[in-house]
C-alpha cells in the first residue's frame, strides 16, 4: 500500500478523552476514532489488527473442533425472559421495540440464543458434544465506557458455546476452550494469566479469567507465587490474621464523638487502630435497606454481597441519608450493629464474629460504642466472605502470601451447566432413554479488547510496536527524499520486491519531511523499517526494527535474510 | 470436515413459511434459520457461503483501490437530522435510546457517518479521491420481511462511498466502481442486468441497480434487445401510443351506473375499452388529501408519485372511504377529476391530457360522466409520468418494444454529489484555495441477500449447485457402507489427500443409509462429488458433478485430474 494513498489521520495531539497509553495511541494513529461515547470505528490500519486478531482466534477455534456460524445481533424479549435475564441485565442492555411493537435487544451475549438454536435440532445424545462459535459485535451498555474499546458499548466478540450430555464432558470441553484460549493468547503474544473468576450474570458454577496485565487494566487480580492460585479481586477468597480474636470482650461504653464520622478521624480520635472499628455500610438492596458491616480496616466487595444477597449488580446502590437515618436513627457515620430499627436485615461479614471490643457507630448522631462484641451485643445474618482481597491476605491454597496485580480480561470461560438449557427446557435423549437438559458452556474473547491490551503491553512513548502476529502491515518503506528519482525508484523496487514475497508493505511515497515519515512510522508500530537515502545509488538501504534501538545498513540482496529472521524470531513464517 | 461432526440440521419438510426456492433450501439444508420475522442465523455451512462472497467482494474493492474499514452499526439521531434522514427514513429504521435517553438508530447504511467521518480529516483536494468500504451488518425494520434473507430486517452488505473534488471526479469513481461489482458478480457466477434505478432515499440524480435475474424476484426491469436500455419498473419512463388522441371532444354526459366502480364492471358497462377510460386514486400524502388521475388501462407509479410530490413513501398511503367522500361528495368508486371539492389537489398524469373523450367517475355516489376532455373540462397539476412501465411500452431509448424480467437487487450504485456533504458542511481545500463540499457516491453490495440470488439461480428439484467459487466445501466424499473397513478406509484417505491438495473436503462418514446420504448431498449442493463403494478394494471410485446427470468410474489416482478439470471450468486454481 502506497501511504499516498492510504486513509491514516494521524494525529499530533493527543486526544483529551484519552486516559490510557492503548487508547491515546490507537487514536492517534489513525486506527481508530470515537463517534459517541463507547462507540468506535476502526479505520483502514486499526481494522487490518482487528482482522488478524480475528483469523488468529478463527484458527484456534476450528482446531479445537469449534464450528462457526453467525447469529443475528437482534433478539426477543420472550427468550431473555425465559432465562430471567430480561429483567437481571438492567440497564447494561440494549432495548428496542420494532415496528409492531415487539421488543428486542441487541445482544450483550448470546447464551439464551444458542440454547434456543440448537434445542429443538439435537435431539441425541449421539450428536454430542457440539461447540459453535461466532465473532460478532455485541453490545453493552456501559454505565462508564472508557479506555477506548476496552469498555466500549458497541464491540467485537467471539463467543462459544459447548453442549455436552454430562458435567464430565463439560469439564472436557472447557478444559480444551482453556487450551485454546492458551494458544490464541500466546500466538498474540500476550503476557497474561488465567485467574478464578466471578460467574456474574452468566450463572453457573466455575468460570476462568484469561487477563493481559497491564498496570492500566480495569481488573485486579489476586495471585501466588507459591502456588498455581489466582483470583480476580471479586472472586478471590479473603483469608488473613485477626488481631483481637483472643482479646477478653471488655464492656460496652457509649462515646460522645461529635462529627467524627471518617475512619481516619475515628482512628485519631481513639487513638485505636482502624483494625478494631467495625464499619457499617448501608445499602438499598432491590430497593430494600440493608446494613453491612465489614472490619474497619478492609473494603467491601460489592460482588460477593450481591452473590450473597442473589440480586443482580445493577440492584445494589448506596443508601441515601434518609435511608440511613431511618434504619439507624442517627446521620450518616453513625451506623452500627447495636440498636438498629426492629427488622433491619443485617448481614455480618464472619471475621466481625471474631473480632473483640469492636469500636462501632452508635445508631445515634454524634455517638460511637466501644468494646461491642458480636453475640453478647449484637447478632445478624452471617455471610462467610464480604471482603476485596489486598496485598499480602494469605494465599487459600498453600498460605504464603498474596501479590496483586493488574489486567484486562481478554478472555473468559464459564461452566454454566444447565442453567439455560433448563430454562428453555432444551433437552436431548441420552443413552439410557432419558430426556435430560444440555449441560454448557461458554466462552468469550474480546476481540477488539484484546487489540487495545497488546498495545498496551507492546509500545513506548513514541507509539506502539506491533508483534508481526497481528501488525497491520509487516514492513514500511520509507524513502527520505521522493523528489530524488534514484531513491524513488529504488524504494518502488523493493516495495514490489517484498509483496512479490507475499509481505505486507507500506511504502512512504509521501511528499513529506524525513522527520514526519519517521514520526508516523513509529508511532503506527510497523515491526520492520527500511530506510531508503543517499545510498539507494549503491543499493544500500537502512534496516531497523521497531522494538530495537539499533539500525544497520545492509546491501538490498540482504533484506530478504533480515526480514525472516524477524519472523522466525516471533515463530512466524512468511 | 467429518459430516458425523459437523452441525447441518437438514430438513425433510418444507418450513411453511418458505415461498421461494432459495429460502426454502437454504432453510432446509441446514444453511440458515429463521430467530423471528426478517432476522436469520447463519449455520456453519451457510456461514462458510456468507465468508466466500464476503472474500470475493472484498479482493475486487481492494484491487479497485477502496480501503476497508468498520464503522459501529449504532449512529446518533443528531447525524441522521443534519440530512433530514431522521424523519425521511420513517418505520423503516430501528430507533433506540441509552441509559442517558440519547437517541441512536441501528445504521440501515453508513452515508451520514462517513461523511462525518472523514469531515474534519480530510482538508485538501490533495487527499482526493477517496474510496472507502465496510462489510457490516445493517438494519432495516422492513413492513414486509420476505422471501428469506432477500428481505431481512438485519443482514449483511457491503457499503462503500467515494469522495470526490468534482463531478467529474465523482463519475470516474462511480465508473470504477460500476466495473468492480461486474467483475463482482461475474465472479460470483450470478446472470445479472445493469439497470437505471430510482436514487429513493439515498437522494443525489443517478443510480444504477444490479439485478440478478430470477422469476421469484421482487424486482421488476424493463430492458430493451435493440438497445442497452435497462431500468427497472420504478425508474423506468414509460412511453406508449394513445389511441384516441385524434377523436374529435364530445358534449359530457352523465351516466346512471349503480354499484358499478370496478374498471372490470365499467368496461362491460359502457362497452368500451380500459384505455378510455381516467382512473381516479384518491391518497393521503403526508395526511393530506391528493386525487391523481391515470389512465384506465394502466398502473400508477407510486415512486414515481412520491418522486412527483417531493415526500418519502412512508408518507404516501391510500385514502380511507370518509376522505374519499370528503374529497368527491361521493362513495368509493366514484371519484374523477370534475367537480371535485373546491381546493382539492389534482394530479394529472400527462397521457389523461391527450386522451379524449374519457369516462370518469362522477363525483356522485352511482353516476359517471362521458366524453369528459382535459383543458375543456377540468385541470390540474400535470405530472409528466406517473405509470408503471409494460411490457410492450416503447423503449425511451430506441422507440423498440421493451420486454420486462424480473431480478432481486444485489448490488446498487448512487450519485449522491454534494447532498450529504453540503448538508454536514464536510468540506475541503480545493486547488483554487476555495472550500468546496465533498462531491461523493454510495455503493452498496447485498452479501447474505448475494447468498439467496445465488441459490435462485443454481438449484433443481432436490437442493442447491453451489458454483466452485462459493460452495461450502468443495468436494463431499460418500462411503456407502461405513462399517465396510475397506471402503471407510480408503473414504479416509482420499479425504487426507484432498485436504492436503488445499481442497475443502466434505467426508460423509455418518453410519446412515446410502440414500439418506445421497439426499443431503444433493440438498447441500456441493458441486464434486466422490462415492466410495464396493469397488473400493479396486481402488476404483465413483465421480460425479452436481450440476450434471452422468456418472463415471474412476481409479483414485485421476481424482485430482477429475477434480482440476471443473476448477479450470469455472476459471478457478486450486
Not at 494525529?11 to 486506527?31: C, D, N, Q, Y
Not at 462515646?255 to 482502624?274: M, N
Not at 530478504?560 to 524470531?569: A, L, P, Q, T, V
Amino acid at each position: 500500500m502506497r501511504m499516498s494513498k492510504l486513509y491514516m489521520p494521524t494525529l499530533r495531539e493527543v486526544p483529551a478523552e484519552a486516559e490510557i497509553p492503548s487508547h491515546k495511541l490507537l487514536l492517534r494513529a489513525g486506527m481508530m476514532r470515537k463517534l459517541v461515547s463507547g462507540v468506535y470505528s476502526y479505520l483502514p490500519l486499526g481494522y487490518r489488527v482487528i482482522k488478524k486478531i480475528e483469523n488468529v482466534v478463527r484458527e484456534e477455534m476450528d482446531r479445537a473442533g469449534s464450528q462457526e456460524l453467525l447469529m443475528s445481533a437482534i433478539q426477543p424479549k420472550e427468550l431473555w425472559e425465559a432465562s430471567g435475564r430480561w429483567d437481571n441485565f438492567g440497564p447494561e442492555m440494549f432495548r428496542l421495540k420494532d415496528r409492531n411493537d415487539r421488543e428486542f435487544c441487541l445482544g450483550p451475549t448470546h447464551e439464551e440464543y444458542f440454547t434456543d438454536l440448537i434445542k429443538n435440532e439435537i435431539k441425541s445424545y449421539k450428536q454430542l458434544p457440539l461447540n459453535l462459535y461466532q465473532i460478532q459485535t455485541k453490545y453493552r451498555d456501559e454505565k462508564r465506557p472508557r479506555f477506548g474499546v476496552i469498555r466500549a458499548r458497541e464491540f467485537i466478540m467471539k463467543d462459544a458455546y459447548s453442549f455436552d450430555k454430562d458435567e464430565e464432558g463439560m469439564e472436557k470441553s472447557y478444559r480444551e476452550m482453556w487450551e485454546a484460549y492458551e494458544k490464541i493468547f500466546t500466538r498474540l503474544r500476550l503476557k497474561y494469566k488465567v485467574v478464578e473468576g466471578d460467574s456474574g450474570a452468566m450463572g453457573g458454577n466455575k468460570s476462568h479469567e484469561f487477563m493481559a496485565m497491564a498496570e492500566t487494566g480495569e481488573g485486579v487480580i489476586a495471585y501466588c507465587n507459591n502456588c498455581d492460585y489466582a483470583a480476580t479481586n471479586e472472586k478471590a477468597k479473603v483469608v488473613y490474621e485477626i488481631k483481637t480474636k483472643d482479646e477478653e470482650e471488655k464492656d460496652m461504653e457509649k462515646v460522645h464523638t461529635p462529627d467524627i464520622t471518617t475512619i481516619d478521624q475515628l482512628v485519631e480520635f481513639f487513638r485505636s487502630d482502624k483494625g478494631n472499628f467495625g464499619k457499617a455500610l448501608v445499602y438499598l438492596a432491590s430497593g430494600e435497606p440493608i446494613v453491612v458491616i465489614i472490619p474497619g480496616d478492609r473494603e467491601l466487595n460489592e460482588t460477593k454481597l450481591c452473590n450473597y444477597l442473589k440480586i443482580p449488580e445493577h440492584e445494589l446502590e448506596m443508601a441515601d441519608e434518609e435511608t440511613i437515618i431511618k434504619v439507624s436513627g442517627a446521620k450518616k457515620g453513625f451506623t452500627g450493629p447495636v440498636g438498629l430499627r426492629e427488622g433491619t436485615r443485617l448481614i455480618i461479614d464472619s471475621r466481625i464474629t471474631k473480632m473483640k471490643n469492636l469500636i462501632v457507630g452508635g445508631n445515634e448522631t454524634d455517638y460511637h460504642i466501644k468494646n461491642v462484641n458480636y453475640g453478647r451485643d449484637f447478632e445478624g445474618e452471617i455471610a462467610e466472605d464480604l471482603l476485596l482481597v489486598e496485598e499480602g491476605d494469605i494465599c487459600p491454597k498453600c498460605g504464603e502470601p498474596l501479590y496483586i496485580a493488574r489486567g484486562i480480561e481478554v478472555g473468559n470461560i464459564f461452566q454454566l451447566g444447565t442453567k439455560y438449557s433448563t430454562s428453555l427446557q432444551a433437552t436431548f435423549l441420552d443413552e439410557d432413554g432419558k430426556e435430560k437438559p444440555f449441560v454448557m458452556g461458554s466462552y468469550g474473547v474480546g476481540v477488539s479488547r484484546t487489540m487495545a491490551a497488546i498495545v498496551e503491553q507492546y509500545h513506548d512513548e513514541y507509539g506502539i510496536i506491533w508483534p508481526l502476529v497481528v501488525t497491520p502491515y509487516h514492513v514500511i518503506i520509507t524513502v527520505i527524499n521522493v523528489k530524488d528519482e534514484v531513491q524513488r525508484d529504488l524504494g518502488e523496487k523493493i516495495y514490489e520486491e517484498l509483496s512479490n514475497e507475499g509481505l505486507e508493505v507500506l511504502l512512504d511515497d509521501r511528499n513529506e519531511r524525513a522527520g514526519v515519515k519517521f514520526n508516523d512510522r513509529d508511532l503506527i508500530g510497523i515491526p520492520i523499517r527500511i530506510t531508503v537515502g543517499k545510498k539507494a545509488n549503491e543499493n544500500i538501504v537502512e534496516f531497523s526494527l521497531r522494538k530495537e534501538e539499533g539500525r544497520i545498513e545492509i546491501p538490498t540482496d540482504k533484506i530478504m535474510d533480515n526480514i525472516r529472521k524477524s519472523f522466525e524470531e516471533e515463530g512466524l513464517e512468511i
